[in-house]
């Protein structure tokens, strides 16, 4: 499985930017897909998680209410639009792939995700 994340880039504090995250796999549809954050000198930290239909979705708490993560299986991509952003969400975003899950599950601790894009830097300007 390869992932490809697009759409980072330079914001001004309170706008908006969107990511996306195309997989190279077959049964896309059957992997919980997530988006993750790393910071410098921080750990990779949960940002948002969808079940294989998107009907189901967690957030991180700093990014609830800000942040939406969607999913389009016909394309095998999934996406985070993000809004209202602030300095403190500057990181690199990766997206990942969960593929031992259920229908219905959602998956917001890191280990559970086997496949990794390699990451697109998100920068917020104050």
């Known amino acids: 499985v390869q992932l490809q994340a697009s759409g980072g880039g330079l914001v001004q504090a309170g706008g908006s930017l969107g990511l996306s995250c195309t997989a190279s796999v077959r049964t896309f549809g059957q992997y919980v897909m997530g988006w993750f954050r790393q910071a410098p000198g921080k750990e990779r930290e949960f940002v948002a998680t969808?079940?294989?239909?998107?009907?189901?979705?967690e957030y991180a708490d700093s990014v609830k209410g800000r942040f939406t993560i969607s999913r389009d299986n016909a394309k095998n991509t999934v996406y985070l639009q993000m809004n209202r952003l602030k300095p403190e969400d500057t990181a690199v975003y990766y997206c990942?792939?969960?593929?031992?899950?259920?229908?219905?599950?959602?998956?917001?601790?890191?280990?559970?995700?086997?496949?990794w894009g390699q990451g697109t830097q998100v920068t917020v300007s104050s």
């Open positions: 969808i079940s294989w239909g998107g009907r189901n979705t």
């Open positions: 990942g792939a969960d593929d031992n899950s259920v229908s219905g599950a959602v998956s917001i601790e890191r280990q559970r995700y086997e496949y």
